[in-house]
T-cell receptor, first 115, second 110 residues
């Protein structure tokens, strides 16, 4: 039972345009959400996160939106750059204490940004 | 500052062999984790250690054991490897909400 789903295995975008990566979850106990970025032969690296008490969090070119009623979150990258080409994982946890690192990951979306 | 270091990077085992994956972090983090990544399934938590001296099962613990040797080191042991354990294994540590991952161990069990 996949509790966190990324239904788009891949996304292709032109440099300078917006990239929108989507993620859906089913467990209403999740209240902390994160996006990780992964390059080949490397471990995932933290990108941005959002708590369930917020609906938006921004960090430079990256913005995460959370719609709790729809159990949906999205990552917007504006403008997209070729160096953003990577696999993006959505992840969720019950926040606090030892729950922080016990993440449930989506399957990942391969983003390709074309020059 | 190396962050999270995993050894080995690659390993090929025969069914039934045993091995230990090593992980060390130099960030003085309390919590450490082992995840595996399989195609089309994202990363799944095998075991975690909230603090030195404690370990607990994650989502997919069967066939694995762990040891939190000290605050820095957290090892994962396969006692009798099976082809279903062919995967990429990631160790991570955290302080707060961010996980810091190692570069992974690619394990093939034939």
């Amino acid at each position: 039972d996949q509790q966190v789903k990324q239904n788009s295995p891949s996304l292709s975008v032109q440099e300078g345009r917006i990239s929108i990566l989507n993620c859906d979850y089913t467990n209403s106990m999740f209240d902390y959400f994160l996006w990780y970025k992964k390059y080949p032969a490397e471990g995932p690296t933290f990108l941005i996160s959002i708590s369930s008490i917020k609906d938006k969090n921004e960090d430079g070119r990256f913005t995460v939106f959370l719609n709790k009623s729809a159990k949906h979150l999205s990552l917007h990258i504006v403008p997209s750059q070729p160096g953003d080409s990577a696999v993006y994982f959505c992840a969720a946890s019950g926040a606090g204490g030892t729950s922080y690192g016990k993440l449930t990951f989506g399957q990942g979306t391969i983003l390709t940004v074309h020059p | 500052n190396a962050g999270v270091t995993q050894t080995p990077k690659f390993q090929v085992l025969k069914t039934g062999q045993s091995m230990t994956l090593q992980c060390a972090q130099d960030m003085n983090h309390n919590s450490m984790y082992w995840y595996r990544q399989d195609p089309g399934m994202g990363l799944r938590l095998i075991y975690y250690s909230a603090s030195e001296g404690t370990t607990d099962k994650g989502e997919v613990p069967n066939g694995y054991n762990v040891s939190r040797l000290n605050k820095r080191e957290f090892s994962l042991r396969l006692e009798s490897a099976a082809p279903s354990q062919t995967s990429v294994y990631f160790c991570a540590s955290s302080h707060g909400e961010k996980l810091f991952f190692g570069s992974g161990t690619q394990l093939s069990v034939l």
